[in-house]
């Protein structure tokens, strides 16, 4: 039973990833459809971004990840490269969890 | 530096030195290694919950799209139903068919190639490929992550589906910061005009006010949907250029 809807769950993930990719061109092309399309990754990865810092579950929680993303904001803001970036959210949350 | 994007900002070109193939496949590289120690926590979870090594792989290498994966185990380890369990999951997976939407004028992938291509299009993916100067930088960008993370993120599912939670919590190592940090990194250089601002402010919080009320997946989608209705509005047309010129025209 688990190995089915493992494989009906991949089916269905696979399926909405193609589904996306295979909007035909000449809808694409219209003003609308491009200008949401454009802006759909910033709305769906900053939403991203707020649920993955300030949630577990289906809970707000304010934790160590929240310490993490605003150094990593700090560090955008004076410009350091990306790896940077990232590997100081990380250190800063390690950081608070051991300290906390 | 010839996309127009970068203009409002003259002294950016020194510190932020235009995106190569190299500097992008180094960031891919980034991206694969933290998502694959979280690979790594999927895998232990998988197995704690019930599931065997191989249906714990085989959900990293079918599946394939994290959020998704995590809820699945995380709901049949929870003792809930597999119909829910499957529910979830593709319920945080449909904003990977908004994310294909995006990517398909990006990375025109046709017959075979689209059928492998959609496999990879996911959160990671996605920003690594919106917001290139030109469409071949997009591609790179998609590529070289689908590629790299694919790989380490089905590694780290074997290596913590056979080692269990010995490996620990990936919160230990601040790799639940890292994940938005990449994501708020890679936003970042889009975010200069005052619309792709508002929008990416507007769905954060619309996503965040919705935690609480609606089960996970839909306050990113709902979130999603303001993308959407701003880009219906005629009036909210940019005066000078679209919010991605160098990227929109060529295909």
Redesign the interface.
Known sequence: MIWAAVLLTAAGCYLLKLAGLSVPQRILERPAVRRSAALLPVALLAALVAVQTLSTGERLVVDARLAGVGVAIVALILRAPFIVVVALAAATAAVVRLIA | MPAPKTEQYPPKSE??PPDTRQTIV??AA??AV?TGAYGISFGAIGVAS???VA?TC??SL????GA?QFA?VGI?GGGGA??S??LA??LL?????????????L?N?RGLR??A???????ET??MA?GRRTPELARVGFWSTAILLFSLWNLGTLIGAVAGESLGDP??????????????????P??TDT??RA??????????AL??L???GI??LV??A???A???R?T??TPNG???PAT?EAR
């Open positions: 510190q932020y180094r960031d980034a991206i933290a019930g599931l065997s249906q085989a959900l079918l599946a394939f799209t998704s699945f049949i597999l119909v369990a499957g999951a593709l997976g449909t904003r990977n068919a908004f994310y294909g939407v995006r990517l398909a004028s990375l992938l689209r059928l291509g959609a496999q990879f299009v996911i959160d996605t920003a919106v919160g230990t190592y601040g790799l639940d910061a890292a994940a938005p940090a990449a994501f708020i990194a890679l936003l970042w889009r975010l619309r792709s929008v990416g402010a507007g769905a954060a919080l619309v996503a965040v935690v609480p609606v089960p996970a306050p990113v979130a999603g303001v993308a959407i701003v880009g219906l005629r909210a047309k679209t919010p991605e929109e």
